[in-house]
């Protein structure tokens, strides 16, 4: 018996305030919804194509790829399904199944498992632990001895989760690129968490690639998307074509995101250069919000202090007690915020976690704390 499969809209940003990290960033303008709904059908990107995506000149993917290559002082840029697929493409291009790879504690699963996929031996840099989880820069340097000792030769990358996903530290790149310059290692900065938030220089932090996530922080939904940048001298090597399609680059399988992803990305970028001159009152925003938070008692912020970032991992022993006793258990603090009409922190979770303050106003994070406060103070 087959059943009808049933689609809800989804409201989530008209209807909540919504403090999920992953999506934060991603929130499409109206007018980038506009482009959406007309690139909505298939390979619309492909009007007229010119043998490959990134060179295609209606729309202007191709002029978009150099403005992203500048906004991040790389020399150029490709489209990708996302910033895991751009990490993948170059440890492809570039390394030999066996060789060593180097890479911070804090990085994502994609990180990790994109070096699995290329066959790559993992090092990995150690973090300080609790509570500031802190990747230091001068750990490079041991580590990729270390990886030299250990395989006779120099590890064929070294990888730096710019800002990472668990507890938002932001790490000074500049430190680990000039490491990796000194050794001669090629250094992938992966910016998901930063490029599209924050500004980035890539040629300041002397950085070989740099990958970005559209989805997360270019507020650009609709699919998933992203960019690889590079320096001129990695082109022959992560650029390379087919011997067969001398258009086609292999590392993408000739074209990547050929749609409305695409398009989003684009259509949202004077938007996103924008945003980014901001980034200032976002750390200030997030500052206020973090020490809103820890006034509340037995709340604390982990990772770096002061704190660099929107995306803000807590540790709650105030939740977690009331957790203890409460007949829902974990599940109260999300039932009770989804009655407030906050979402985005996800359900069960007591004893820590995280939450992103970007883009909202300051007053949205004002009834945030009130609703906090008022959830402590009846439930303790
Ligand atoms: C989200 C995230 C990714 C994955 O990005 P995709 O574009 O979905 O591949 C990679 N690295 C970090 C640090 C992330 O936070």
């Not at 493409?89 to 890479?103: L, R, S």
């Not at 090629?186 to 890539?202: K, W």
Request: aromatic share 10%.
């Amino acid at each position: 018996m087959s059943k009808d499969i049933r689609l809800e809209l989804r409201a989530r940003e008209e209807l909540f305030i919504n403090l999920e990290p992953l999506q934060r960033g991603g929130i499409v303008p109206a007018e980038s919804r506009k482009i959406a709904t007309s690139y909505i059908d298939g390979y619309s990107t492909c009007d007229y194509c010119l043998g490959t995506l990134h060179i295609i000149k209606k729309p202007p993917i191709c002029d978009f790829l150099t403005e992203a290559a500048d906004f991040l002082g790389m020399d150029m840029a490709i489209l990708t399904h996302g910033c895991r697929e751009a990490k993948f493409a170059v440890m492809h291009a570039i390394t030999e199944p066996g060789q060593a790879i180097v890479v911070d504690e804090n990085r994502h699963y994609t990180s990790y498992v994109a070096a699995e996929r290329a066959g790559l031996k993992i090092y990995e840099v150690p973090s300080m632990g609790y509570p500031e989880f802190k990747i230091r820069p001068e750990e490079y340097a041991s580590t990729i001895e270390k990886a030299k000792k250990e395989n006779g030769e120099l590890p064929a990358l070294a990888l730096l989760t710019h800002v990472d996903w668990t507890y938002g530290n932001l790490v000074d790149a500049e430190k680990v690129g000039k490491i990796c310059q000194e050794y001669n290692v090629p250094f992938l900065l992966n910016t998901a968490y930063s490029s599209g938030r924050m500004p980035i220089n890539g040629k300041r932090f002397l950085a070989d690639f740099i990958t970005c996530s559209g989805h997360k922080s270019w507020a650009a939904g609709a699919g998933v998307v992203g960019i690889l940048a590079i320096r001129d001298e990695w082109k022959g090597k992560v650029l390379k074509a087919s011997q067969k399609y001398k258009v086609k680059p292999i590392e993408i399988l000739g074209c990547s995101a050929r749609g409305t992803s695409a398009l989003v990305l684009m259509a949202s970028f004077p938007y996103v250069k924008e945003r980014v001159k901001h980034w200032d009152e976002e750390v200030e925003k997030a500052r206020w919000f973090s020490g809103q938070m820890e006034s509340l008692g037995e709340i604390r912020q982990l990772g770096d202090k002061p704190h660099n970032h929107d995306l803000i991992r807590f540790e709650t022993p105030a939740i977690d007690k009331i957790a203890q006793k409460h007949k829902r258990r974990g599940y109260f603090l999300y039932e009770e915020l989804l009655k407030r009409k906050i979402v985005g922190i996800k359900a069960g979770k007591t004893k820590s976690f995280d939450l992103s303050t970007y883009g909202l106003t300051k007053e949205q994070l004002g009834y945030v704390i009130d609703i906090f406060k008022d959830i402590i103070n009846k439930l303790s």
